[in-house]
Nanobody
Framework: QVQLVESGGGLVQTGESLRLSCVASGSISSIVAMAWYRQAPGKQRELVAITTNGGSTNCADSVKGRFTISRDNAKNMVYLQMNSLKPEDTAVYYC?????????WGQGTQVTVSS
């Protein structure tokens, strides 16, 4: 079992920044990748950014150049730095961990960007 707890969401204006944090606990050694997903009202959950144990990262085209995913293995933390936020970034953001057997999810944190 892996437990994930997100923090850092909130209400910001267009163009501002936020940093989301996620702390992992439990069977951390089973994790092979960590990711951030988001789900806007009426839309499907989508991948925002992912980082693997090998150190590679990737972001969705919609956030490239604005969002950065990073990881602190010593603290069992993964971060999502979000710059130049837009109203279309408004969503619940979920931390995700991937192992050989299953995915785990955090409870989500709301990000709202006002125009």
């Amino acid at each position: 079992q892996v437990q994930l707890v997100e923090s850092g969401g909130g209400l910001v204006q267009t163009g501002e920044s936020l940093r989301l944090s996620c702390v992992a606990s439990g069977s951390i050694s089973s994790i092979v990748a960590m990711a951030w997903y988001r789900q806007a009202p009426g839309k499907q959950r989508e991948l925002v950014a992912i980082t693997t144990n090998g150190g590679s990262t990737n972001c969705a085209d919609s956030v490239k150049g604005r969002f950065t995913i990073s990881r602190d293995n010593a603290k069992n933390m993964v971060y999502l730095q979000m710059n130049s936020l837009k109203p279309e970034d408004t969503a619940v953001y979920y931390c995700n961990s991937q192992s050989m057997y299953r995915d785990y999810w955090g409870q989500g944190t709301q990000v709202t960007v006002s125009s």
